[in-house]
C-alpha cells in the first residue's frame, strides 16, 4: 500500500496537506524553472466549467467553500496517465475538503477519446474538455502534467 493510500484512510487533513504539498512542489519547479505563468500565491483566474456529465463548477461559486484541484491532463501523457489513480483516490477520500476537477487540455484529444479512457479505468471525477484551450491559456500553461 502506498503511502499516498495510507494517508488517505487514516485523515483528511493529512491528505489535503499531502496533496497541497505536491501541488506547491509541482508550482515551485515550474517557477523555479522560469516556465510557469500562474505563481504560488496568486489568485486563481475565475473560470466557469462544465464537465462531460453536465455539471458545472465556477470559481465564484467554489470561492471559500473548499479547495480546488485541477488536473490538467491528456489521454497520451504518460506522466498524466501515472497521476489519475492519485486523482481519483484523492476525489473518492477528500471530496468534502477538496474539489477535484480534471481539465483535459484538448490538444491532440477527443471527447469520444476522454470517454473511452475513463470508461476503462472506471474513473468518475469530473471531467472538463478543454478543446479550445480556454484554460490552458487562462493559467498560462506550457505542458502536462
Not at 496537506?17 to 523555479?32: C, N, P, R
Not at 522560469?34 to 463548477?57: I, K, N, R, Y
Not at 469530473?126 to 498560462?140: A, K, N
Request: hydrophobic share 35%.
Amino acid at each position: 500500500m502506498s503511502t499516498y493510500t495510507t494517508q488517505a484512510k487514516t485523515g483528511g487533513n493529512r491528505l489535503t496537506a499531502k496533496v497541497a504539498g505536491l501541488i506547491l512542489g509541482a508550482m515551485t519547479l515550474w517557477s523555479g524553472l522560469g516556465w510557469a505563468g500562474t505563481q504560488v500565491g496568486d489568485m486563481a483566474p475565475e473560470f466557469t466549467l462544465t464537465s462531460l456529465s453536465g455539471e458545472t463548477f465556477s470559481s465564484q461559486k467554489l470561492k471559500g467553500d473548499k479547495a480546488v484541484y485541477l488536473k490538467f491532463w491528456a489521454t497520451w501523457c504518460s506522466y498524466c496517465q501515472e497521476e489519475m489513480p492519485h486523482a481519483q483516490e484523492t476525489f473518492e477520500h477528500a471530496n468534502d475538503e477538496l474539489q477535484v476537477i480534471t481539465v483535459n487540455v484538448g490538444f491532440n484529444d477527443s471527447i469520444k477519446r476522454v470517454n473511452r479512457y475513463f470508461g476503462k479505468h472506471k474513473y468518475t471525477l469530473p471531467v472538463v474538455f478543454d478543446g479550445e484551450g480556454e484554460m490552458f491559456r487562462q493559467f498560462e500553461l506550457y505542458g502536462t502534467p
